[in-house]
Structure formats: C-alpha cells, structure tokens
C-alpha cells in the first residue's frame, strides 16, 4: 500500500511535507509527489524560523489561520508531518496542485 501526501482522520486532514530552508525559488510548492509535499521556504532551519515560516505560508496558501494549520511531526527534520483543520484531504490536494505550476 503506497502512503497518500494527504489524508483524512477524525481529528483533521494531515499532509506530507518536505522542505526545502534557504530556498531561492520564489513558488512555495515545489513538486508534489504521491507520498509528499515538496515545499520552497526561505528561511533557514534555525532556531524553529523555517517551521514557523511553513505554518504561516500553508495556512496563507488555503485561506486558514495560523491556529488551523499544526505543524505535528518532525519539528527538526526536513520531512514533515502538518494537521490542517477544516478541509478534507481531497480539497488540499487540489489546492496544492492548482497553485503548483509545473
């Protein structure tokens, strides 16, 4: 069974993401894959900035505030795990990919 890059639970819609500190690359997706999110942040993986920087940007990115995007798992790796209240995993996606330009 392959791992989806977002699903669903009781609790919220998950996502899975890896980012990419220091990027020069202006888009904020920089490819989706099956399995994750590759992501495009600037700042660096310093002091929690970078982590803030993807909570603030995927929150902006589907019209959410702060407190409805958690960053839950890997707070010190580039692969990460992000619980997004109040969409459905379907609607992530299709949000993720309407703002990837490929």
Do not use: C
């Not at 202006?26 to 002091?47: C, F, P």
């Amino acid at each position: 069974m392959t791992e989806e890059a977002a699903w669903d639970s009781e609790s919220g819609t998950f996502l899975r993401v890896v980012v990419k500190p220091k990027s020069r690359e202006r888009e904020l997706i920089a490819d989706i894959e099956q399995s994750w999110v590759v992501i495009n942040l600037k700042s660096a993986a310093r002091g929690g900035k970078a982590n803030t920087e993807l909570v603030k940007r995927v929150s902006k990115l589907f019209g959410l505030s702060t407190s409805e995007v958690l960053l839950v798992k890997g707070q010190r790796s580039r692969e990460k795990i992000i619980q997004i209240y109040g969409l459905t995993a379907k609607e992530v996606m299709i949000t993720l990919k309407a703002s990837h330009k490929q």
